[in-house]
């Protein structure tokens, strides 16, 4: 073991910690030296995600005393960037997870210690409400507590900037910067000023609500098919609150949920993970809509900012859509719908990830609808829409990871506002005589059939953070040159942001923020994204094919097709 990080152990155990704390470090010290080294070996970082990581004690584990230094950092941060508001406002919303109340009251106190005025949402709310609610009352800042959809033992902690949107270049690592500074915890503001902070509720999730009824495009084709059966499961978590009243304000008023995961309960103690991106998770909810013949299935992370969808395919089954799917399928609704009704003025926009679909990018060009590629995290969407505000219309936007986002008013993922536009334009398609399932096929019949596949390869740890910087600085060194028998001829590092042309052997500069991603594309179009995980302890390969569709028939047979193409890629890459 390093000696530093038995130094800072032994820090916690002198300075002004509380007995409990202290007990436990004392305990790893003596009797768990792994888990002594992955507590203390480094610090929290701001990733795509904000800052994220299992609870316990230690530098590089959530409690109150890495929240806490989150907070007075950006309690300083603030006070230098807005030297001349006579008081600065902060938000602060939690999810459902274990600890999520205690942090978020931690940082709230912290906050009002400062000075601040701070907005403490009373009981847990979906993270999109929060960005809603830094916008609503003007503030410099905003907290969500909140994992997402990481397993139990995770809890996390987003910050967002005044724009409503996660921080950004350069206030995350200056951010970081002011609690690196933090040498003592006793520069920690813990004993609140109760009178800076009001609690809020109701009257914010009306607001925010009638906000999303806004963005109905189809309410005659919604009253025509108002006994459209939905299953939806908040799988234990915030979306319980506001999802059933937007689909009831939608209009839809066959909405089944599922007793037994409505249940705000930080165990999650009928899934083992609480992601809607794993078949597991939608298992309960799947069962349900078979028993009473439903259409669509939604089901919501623990802090409602994702959503996973099932719709029956042409057999009548149920199948599970992934994010690149079911973001087609939505951003052909939000642009068909405006083109249909001569609602499109020219100065429209969506926005995509770079790791997410082209389908999406051909689907605006048709439509003359200007679209931009960003860095994974939606932050940098949000910076996209902050950046032609006043001056261009954002339709939509999204990213594999299950996250969309439609309108201007939220400046983050959102399945509240996502499980209500997907439910509207699943009654859009019936009212055409179509399933959502019939939509996607016809879509890869007009565009062509896009398919994506994505391995996560898990590296825990201290060493599996090394194995994987080393991995990506073979895949640099060593860069594949022939995916399934295709030439490579184009190579995009985000990490040096330089393109290379290995056909005319060119180089140009990629205009976006530094960031550790490789992309490889093939003669054919066909791309794989390498990326380490901003939030998780694994490195991640997105894998995307095309094949043509001549009609819906032949559906089976170019996908097989693709299948073995992405088994290809996988087996060139030694996935």
Known sequence: MEKYILEKAQNWLQGNYDLETKKQVEHLIKNDEKELIESFYRELEFGTGGLRGIMGVGSNRMNIYTVGAATQGLS??????????????????????????????????????????????????????????????????????????????????????????????????????????????????FTPIKENIELI????????????????????????????????????????????????????????????????????????????????????????????????????DPDADRVGIAVKNSKGDFVLLNGNQTASVLIYYLIKKRADAKLLQGNEYIVKTIVTTELIAAIAKKYHVEYFDVLTGFKYIAEIIKANEGSKLFIGGGEESYGYLAGEFVRDKDAVMAAALIAEAAAWAKDNGKSFYDQLIDIYVEFGFYKENLVNVVKKGKDGQEEIQKMMSEYRKNPPKTLAGTKVVEIKDYELKKCHNLETHTETKIEFPKSNVIQFFTETGDVVTVRPSGTEPKIKFYIGVKENLPNKYKFEEVNLVLEKKIQRIKDDLSL
């Not at 299953?231 to 319980?240: A, C, K």
């Not at 165990?267 to 609480?274: A, I, R």
């Open 201 to 300: 509720g109701e009257e914010i999730d009306r607001i925010y609500l009638e906000k999303i009824k806004k963005l109905s495009l189809s309410p005659d084709s919604i009253a025509r098919c108002k006994d459209m059966k939905i299953v939806y499961t908040p799988i234990h978590g915030t979306g319980v609150r506001l999802v059933p009243q937007i689909l009831k304000l939608y209009g839809f008023e066959s909405v089944t949920t599922i007793p037994e995961q409505d249940i705000n309960d930080g165990n999650f103690p009928t899934v083992v993970s609480p992601n809607p991106e794993n078949a597991e998770a939608l298992e309960m909810a799947l069962k349900k809509a078979a028993e009473i013949d439903a259409e669509l299935v939604l089901a919501t």
């Open 76 to 189: 300083n941060y603030l006070k230098k960037n807005f030297p001349n508001l006579k008081q600065i406002k902060t938000a602060i919303a939690y999810d459902c997870r274990n600890n999520s109340r205690l942090f978020a009251q931690t940082a709230a106190n912290i906050f009002s210690a400062n000075g601040f005025k701070v907005y403490l949402f009373e009981n847990l709310r979906p993270t999109p409400e929060l960005s809603f609610t830094v916008r609503h009352f003007g503030c410099q800042a905003g907290l969500v507590i909140t994992a997402s959809h990481n397993p139990k033992e995770y809890n996390g902690y987003k910050a967002y900037w005044d724009d409503g949107g996660q921080v950004v270049q350069p206030h995350d690592k200056n951010i970081i910067s002011e609690v690196e500074k933090i040498q003592n915890i006793d520069e920690i503001l």
